[in-house]
């Protein structure tokens, strides 16, 4: 038996949490070069708790992966007469204070702005207390603060008018780092 609790990052039991179980020998859908030849889907309760009865001695893994939470995973070994615990903790991720401007440096205001982070998972922009910012864009000085992004290097691209760019930014979990977008 294996037995999940995950919390969210403010220490909240993540009720509802969707969260990805897998056995040995398909690829995972997250990219880590594990591979897993079955897998299902699990959703925690109310206090962010979810079992699941699995073949023993087996190498598993354990996926945290939706939108808005910082994605995160840990293998497992399911062990025989025995309730095998595991404990998923939603990271804080990084952050991205970013710039967006023109070539000549004039910031771009209400440029639309979007994250792809390593594991391919939709950036969602929630606050600690739980609020989606529904906009991509930046405020009227060209600048967006991206919050709980996904550790890893993280492709960031925008649009303002007729103009494009891109710019990868390495993000470290627990850390702020600063980036500038320029749009041509």
Known sequence: ???IRASLRDGRPAAGARLWVALGAAPDPLGSGDRY???RWLFA???GRARVRLPTDRLAAVRWWEEGVVPLWTPVTV???ATTEVSLAEPVGGGVALAVTDEQGVPLPCASVSV???SQLEWIDVSDDGVQRLDGHTDQLGRRALSHV???TVGISGTWALLRGSVSVEVRNGEWTTA???LR
Do not use: C, F, I, W
Request: proline share 14%; hydrophobic share 25%; charged share 25%.
């Open 45 to 47: 309760d109310a206090d």
């Open 79 to 81: 062990h025989p007469n």
């Open 1 to 3: 038996m294996l037995s």
């Open 37 to 39: 030849s079955k897998y």
């Open 116 to 118: 792809t982070q390593p």
């Open 180 to 182: 500038r977008l320029v």
């Open 150 to 152: 996904e550790p890893g």
